[in-house]
């Protein structure tokens, strides 16, 4: 069969594995997978050692593919995740009653509320890259997800109308029609690496780990065995308290270590440096940390000078 009068979905589908993007068979004129879903699997043939899903079985293997396509018109779903892509879905309202909620009020539909991401980070709208409008009138564009991190796909997860297509998901690729409407390549160039501000707003902030109260303490060589277990038993409290106490805790450890520091047994700076660490690494902010030690010290009379009223 020659590409010319090979049929136009069966070159769809080549021409995305063509590109590196692993491929699987969509119902045709529709957008969900072809074949049974994971409840009614027979576990026979493809299945046999177990469910398949259809990011499993997506493969740009041409030749597996004129096979599939040529037993049915398929649509052609493309599997973002193995694909390496991170996909920016810009969709549309449904109908009149579908707008914008508090947040994103005044916008009027995903590519407005991406705009507005875009001049909230002071970027430009990245959209010099591989773009798909779908049936609907909204815009997909692919990016290349950065190596070494899994992006998965999400709905809503920047804004409004703004969802995305990574790993656990795919996309209906140009080429295909569903509803009578088709998928078609706005924009044919290569697609562009995701940019680092985008790939941050979709990676959830670390927590951050628990911090081994011993390694803290790094004046304790100097301090006496005493003072060391009550710093550690101090910064411990902090570390064990409860969201919304963290701030108290670290107070009230501020101010229970003041005692050792007025007697000259603590340095105030290295006092300070454990309990500014052990707050930062539950969460307070920098100022948080400051507003609390030095209330805590203060109030524990740390810093007085002898003499003073
Ligand atoms: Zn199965």
Request: hydrophobic residues 40%; glycine residues 12%; neutral net charge.
């Amino acid at each position: 069969m020659s590409p010319t009068h090979a049929p136009a979905l069966l070159s769809a589908a080549v021409t995305a594995a063509e590109r590196g993007w692993p491929v699987f068979p969509l119902r045709p004129g529709d957008k969900r997978p072809a074949g049974h879903a994971e409840a009614r699997c027979p576990r026979t043939g493809r299945c046999s050692d177990g469910h398949r899903t259809p990011e499993q079985r997506a493969t740009c293997d041409t030749n597996a593919i004129t096979t599939a396509w040529q037993n049915a018109p398929y649509n052609v779903g493309l599997a973002t995740g193995p694909a390496g892509l991170l996909v920016i879905d810009l969709d549309l309202p449904k109908d009149a009653d579908d707008t914008a909620p508090e947040q994103w009020a005044g916008m009027a539909d995903g590519l407005d509320v991406f705009a507005a991401l875009c001049e909230q980070a002071g970027e430009r709208l990245p959209f010099e890259t591989y773009t798909v409008r779908t049936r609907s009138g909204g815009q997909q564009f692919y990016f290349t997800a950065p190596e070494g991190r899994t992006l998965r796909s999400g709905a809503g997860v920047l804004g409004w109308k703004v969802d995305t297509r990574a790993w656990g998901g795919y996309v209906v690729a140009a080429g295909s029609t569903v509803g009578g409407r088709a998928y078609e390549i706005v924009h044919d160039a290569p697609a562009a690496p995701l940019p680092a501000w985008l790939c941050d707003l979709l990676t959830p902030e670390p927590v951050p780990p628990p911090m081994p109260v011993h390694a803290l303490a790094t004046h304790m060589r100097k301090t006496s065995a005493y003072v060391a277990t009550a710093v550690v038993g101090e910064l411990e409290k902090v570390q064990s308290a409860r969201e919304g106490g963290r701030n108290r805790a670290l107070y009230s450890a501020a101010y229970a270590l003041a005692r050792f520091i007025r007697l000259g047994d603590l340095a105030e700076h290295a006092a300070d440096a454990d309990l500014t660490a052990v707050g930062l690494s539950v969460g307070l902010s920098a100022g948080e940390c400051r507003t609390a030690i030095r209330s805590g010290f203060r109030r524990g009379g740390a810093g007085e000078e002898v003499g003073a009223a």
